[in-house]
């Protein structure tokens, strides 16, 4: 454990490091939200059937299901540093590519490879943030980061909106080529960003740690500090140790929760103009894009209220009374199927509101459950495990909507958020106030709630 950086008092570095990491969930915001926009001129364009939007739709979710793991793996073993912009890069290509596609294939390939550098930049980003942060902001900080995801939900909605005020249906190649202008600005902020001195120390470069830490945080620390517990060396590493005791669980937890939160989330972000439309809210290009960019802001605002809880009321509390009252509004709409478009655009932003429990807790938990040789490897696996859902919801939403009807699709909505209800009863840990991946799982999750000084591993 290094009380050093537990410790370390907050300043305008901490600040600089929480603006560059942000990077990846605001474009994972704007590059998922932007192409629903897009698809409004796409599909008449191209000629799109509905198997083929779905296909459009779900691409880079499945490009996020293979890249977390893979990439959480090898940022543990080749470090946050060296992988920070590289998938920035991959990110600018494909943007620029974007503006050429004219088949359904090119574009979900782009979408696919756009998905796996995404999801890359979660256990690089948010891992090498947990680490240097100090106990007392780290779940806030880690918290704000979905902020930014949302941050970008909703500017690729205006964008569009511009787009599609202005440019018509035909300037749907710009939306999908504009997040170049995103990557670039965070390629720029990133420059001279350092390497995490926890896994420098976990790697045996104690010199470069300390040195790393004294240029930083202005502290000299004991490289003994940094060290892992002897207790924790000689452990299997990688995927091996998720699946080891105690961490199994764990893993199954982050995985499960974040999977039953998105998979709705994303489905209706994606293709919230359509689900407004199946409401009555008049088609087109203004009124239903308006629209999901306020359930998008909605979601924005709820973040807010869930940070200041998570660390005031606790982590275990925040998300299993956040997923139980999400369920409300899910269900109404799903009997109610006939509801005016205004009632169900209040209802969703109740839900989305109230999304701001999982939300915050989304790369937290997976950060502060897991020492530093596999803290990018579990959220690496738990984004993975969420775009399951997330590209299946995504995948199936229009199908539902056409061959279901809205009251089933909606039903199918709170079911799934019921299920992620249940997982957090059963497994959600507190971690609020433990040392970084200090938290122990053995005891029933309420015991663990208690718990305020564990033995560090992290």
């Known amino acids: 454990m290094s009380r050093t950086i537990d410790n370390a008092p907050y300043t305008g570095f901490h600040r600089r490091l929480a603006l560059a990491c942000s990077g990846g969930p605001l474009l994972d915001g704007y ?155 965070f390629l720029v902020i990133r420059r001279g960003s350092p390497e ?23 502290v000299r620390v004991d490289g003994r500090e940094l060290m892992p517990d002897p207790a924790e060396a000689g452990r299997p590493g990688g995927l091996r140790l998720l699946m080891t005791q105690p961490y199994r669980r764990r893993t199954l937890f982050c995985g499960l ?13 994606t293709f919230g103009p359509q689900i407004l439309a199946s409401f009555g809210m008049p088609g087109g290009t203004v009124l239903d894009t308006l629209g999901t960019a306020l359930v998008s802001l909605v979601f924005l605002l709820g973040c807010f209220p869930a940070l200041r809880l998570i660390d005031s009321w606790g982590r275990r509390p925040v998300i299993i009374w956040s997923f139980a009252l999400m369920i409300v509004p899910l269900a109404l709409l799903g009997v109610w199927p006939a509801a005016p478009a205004a009632v169900a655009v209040i209802a969703l932003c109740a839900y989305a509101f ?78 609020r106030g433990t040392a970084l991946g200090a938290a122990k799982s053995s005891g029933s999750p309420s015991a663990a709630a208690n718990h305020r000084s564990p033995a560090p591993v992290g």
């Open 354 to 431: 109230l999304c701001g429990g999982p939300n915050v807790l989304d790369w937290t938990y997976p950060n502060e459950l897991f020492p530093t040789e596999i803290r990018a490897t579990a959220v690496g696996v738990a984004t993975s495990v969420s775009r399951i859902g997330a590209a299946v919801g995504t995948y199936l939403l229009p199908l539902s909507l056409s061959g279901l009807g809205t009251g089933p699709t909606m039903l199918i909505a709170a079911g799934t958020t019921a299920v992620g209800l249940l997982v957090c009863v059963l497994w959600a840990e507190e971690t």
């Open 257 to 269: 929760f974040f999977l039953c939160q998105v998979g709705p989330l994303f489905a209706m972000l």
């Open 196 to 218: 995490s001195p926890r896994w420098l120390a976990a790697h045996g470069r104690v010199g470069d740690a300390v040195r790393v830490v004294e240029k930083h945080l202005g």
């Open 31 to 185: 590059i998922l939200s932007i192409v629903g926009v897009a698809l409004i001129g796409m599909r008449p364009d191209l000629g799109l059937s509905t198997a083929e939007v779905s296909l459009i739709g779900a691409a880079a979710l499945v490009g996020m299901f293979v890249g977390g793991a893979l990439f959480g793996v090898l940022t543990d073993k080749i470090g946050r540093e060296v992988m920070y912009t590289a998938d920035l890069l991959v990110m600018v290509v494909c943007s620029v590519l974007s503006f050429w596609v004219d088949t359904v294939w090119a574009i979900a390939v782009l979408r696919f490879v756009l998905g796996l550098a995404v999801a890359a930049d979660y256990p690089i980003a948010t891992s090498l943030l947990a680490e240097w942060l100090p106990a007392r902001q780290r779940g806030r900080l880690l918290g704000q980061q979905i902020i930014a995801w949302y941050a970008g939900s909703v500017l690729a909605y205006l964008t569009g909106y511009l787009f599609l005020r202005f440019g018509g249906q035909g300037s749907w190649r710009w939306m999908l080529a504009s997040s170049t202008v995103l990557c670039v600005v």
